[in-house]
């Protein structure tokens, strides 16, 4: 089970799976609860947030009512580092640990006793094939403990603590590898749309290889529903995603947002070309929330051009009978870092 914590929303997605490939995941139980302003604020929880966050999330179990009681979440932010080190060939883990720990103020800018860390190797160093590269990762404590804190409060018990962008990037193989239009040589971008930020993500060989933010989200439109029509930040979100507004909310306010959501993406593919020397875009993907937003995708293609579509991981798995599959593909492109919480409860994705 994968639980994304965001700004907005707890979102909850379980998987099963009966095989290798795509299609053999299937999604067995799902759930997306609001959240109130300001109890994840930089992708952090609060001190005050854990118990909100943490029932936010029994709600979730409550809905969605699942088999498994352990979950994958992530953290993310400016409390979350990762860097790529070199250290001698040959070493066990506990060897390289210790050497991490002995060198810790040359990799990690926090004391050593306030993070949590782990790393992973990556392979033999092109430059000198007797040391190996090792993907070093770390986060100050307090960042993980409120996270396992709040699925504490639910009943549930952390598996693994991720971090997003490799949540995503697991979500994005999977999307790239179930879609018969794109190559596995290509380059694909990812934009996720999110409630205070919007990320590019660049996949090529199976790796995220450029990432941009820009401050621009869905929270946007969520001030302008609640100046203009009186609602709260939580009823206008609500508005927003379920209809029921004035019928000049279109005219007035959506057309515009998705007019500005189009020229950030176009903006953004526009500095991956002026800066990336990675290659050409076969395809553009489109996540988070503000993907669901009826013609959004005609209007993105009026200013970027090329092969865009909605990001969908579940397109090729299967579905329980108890979710509703209207509903899930619905919420699909708010899902991917779920889902990709979800897929470190197989090997194949770890």
Do not use: W
Request: proline share 5%; with cysteine; net charge negative.
């Amino acid at each position: 089970m994968g639980i994304d914590i965001s700004s907005t929303a707890v979102k909850l997605l379980e998987l099963s799976r009966t095989g290798k490939g795509a299609a053999s995941y299937r999604v067995e139980s799902y759930a997306m609860e609001p959240l109130p302003e300001k109890v994840v604020e930089d992708k952090n929880i609060t001190e005050e947030g854990v118990e909100v966050v943490g029932d936010a999330i029994q709600r979730a179990v409550r809905r969605a009512k699942p088999h498994a009681q352990f979950a994958a979440v992530a953290v993310a932010g400016p409390a979350v580092m990762t860097k790529t080190i070199s250290m001698p060939g040959g070493l066990t883990d506990d060897e390289m640990l210790a050497a991490i720990q002995v060198d810790a103020e040359q990799h990690i800018p926090y004391p050593l006793d306030e993070v949590n860390l782990d790393f992973e190797v990556l392979g033999p160093n092109e430059k000198e094939p007797d040391r190996v590269d090792v993907l070093l990762a770390a986060c100050r404590q307090e960042n993980v403990d409120s996270r396992i804190a709040a699925l504490e409060i639910a009943g549930l018990k952390a598996k693994v603590v991720d971090i997003e962008r490799y949540a995503l990037e697991n979500a994005l193989q999977l999307v790239v590898e179930n879609d018969p239009e794109i190559g596995p040589e290509e380059t694909v971008a990812l934009i996720e749309i999110g409630a205070t930020s919007s990320t590019m993500n660049v996949l090529g060989g199976g790796k995220i290889v450029f990432t941009r933010e820009e401050m621009f989200g869905g929270h946007r439109l969520t001030e302008e529903i609640h100046h203009r029509y009186g609602l709260s930040h939580e009823e206008a979100n609500l508005a927003k995603r379920n209809g029921g507004l004035p019928d000049d909310y279109e005219t007035e306010l959506l057309e515009p947002f998705k007019m500005e959501m189009a020229q950030q993406i176009a903006r953004m593919i526009q500095v991956y070309y002026s800066t990336s020397t990675y290659g050409k875009l076969s395809h553009i993907l489109v996540a988070g929330g503000c993907a669901s937003i009826p013609g959004i995708i005609e209007h993105i293609n009026s200013r970027v051009g090329g092969h865009i579509n909605i990001a969908n991981p579940f397109a090729a798995m299967s579905v329980a009978s108890r979710v509703s599959k209207k509903a899930l593909m619905t919420d699909a492109p708010a899902l991917m870092i779920a889902c990709g919480l979800a897929l470190r409860t197989f090997d194949a994705r770890r």
